[in-house]
């Protein structure tokens, strides 16, 4: 009995020292049972003792995922530490699992599980975002998954296609639509390729596409010329039956013209764009399929615009600098993607009225003599397959060349009226017709008046 008692009381004795001596221990355990972070970003795994301890305590943490043993010290005096982990780019949400390895030194407690999320996928909200130069501007985006977002790394910025910095904006809620507003100056007039950023990763889906206008620019109607020149466009929509006819009246007559094509012209009539292209004339864009532009989205009015120039690039290799609205119905929206496109916005001072057959051949002929006010930078409309044409047009330029004006291509025009055409977009170059092409057309094709307008502007 006597010895049963002294074993009890032994082992009672050991099982109090190992409940002292256990308590004595610190405990260590992550600040957070789990945790959340974009894939490619830095995560601070924190760890945490009961007590602080009088010596710096090392820790070694086990990366359940990857194998790997990591260290952190908690400083001597302190109760709190972290560790920096690297993560990927994922293309699905994954996930870590660290455990805090036993010592003799200290108690652990939980695991931690770090969930590594996708970056977000941001998608620009408008297929054109419009701005002027000089006033606020607005680029609205939105998140196609928003539980990637994280509070601690929600700021987000825009940038433009040099890398330059336009706007930083936090995302507070990415279930709902952001908007970076910033002023553009005048050294951002024209395109422009927009993508947004969370830190060093790209996490637009595509660019998005801007435009910079120009407050003080207007669209082309009457020119001021200060020699006898004008210019002609032709409208060029959907049939080509008469080019033979027309394109043999302006050589009669020695004049360019500038002929404003659909991409359905030069889609279905490839041989009559070659033709007038063949022959000198300065080729221009007059949309896609002729639709009324005010009526259409802003993304179909910017392939409105840009289709024709891919046809024109393909077919004829020239890259047109002008472009005339169908109907001539346009706005400032409009004539900023025309001008981003590199293009200027060409209406008229006169017209044949020749597209319908509302006017007589009487009245259409009056028009396109001197039943207009035509003189130095008149800019005209008629139709390639204008009613009462080629008839009508070889009357007007016979009328013309009795004024004593010289009919040129309207880029030309332009150039001679002292104005310049709107700058090529930056990650493009103009096929043929560049600004130097233009500003010495004159030079090259009429001497005589290149050295006229010289004469003149040396007069001033």
Known sequence: MKKFLVALLTICLTLACSVALAASKPTVSFTAKSGNVNGGFEYELGVKVSKAQEEDLSIDILNNTTGETLTVVIPAGQTTASLTIPTQVVEKKDKMTFSLVKTDAYSVGSMHTLNILQLPKVQFYLAVSFGTAGKEMSVIVQCNNASTVQKNNNTFTL???DGTVLCEKVWSNASNRLTFKFTPDEGMIGRHKFTVWLGDHEVSIDDGYGTVADPERKVVVELDTPIPLMAIGIDCGF?????????????????????FMTGYFLREFPEEAVKIYQAGHEIANHSNTHKHMKELSSYNQLRQLQIPTEEAEALLGVTPRLFRPPHGEYNSNIASIARAEGMEVVMWSATYHDSTGKYTEKQIYNYATEGSDYGPGSVVLCHLDGYYQPDTLDAGLTYYESLGLQVVPISALIYASGLELPETPSDKEAMVYTDEYWATWLERNLPEYAQMLEDVNNAE
């Open 159 to 161: 940038r433009d296609t």
């Open 239 to 259: 049939n080509g039956r008469k080019t033979d006819d027309i394109l043999a009246v302006l050589e009669k007559h020695n004049v360019k013209c500038t002929f």
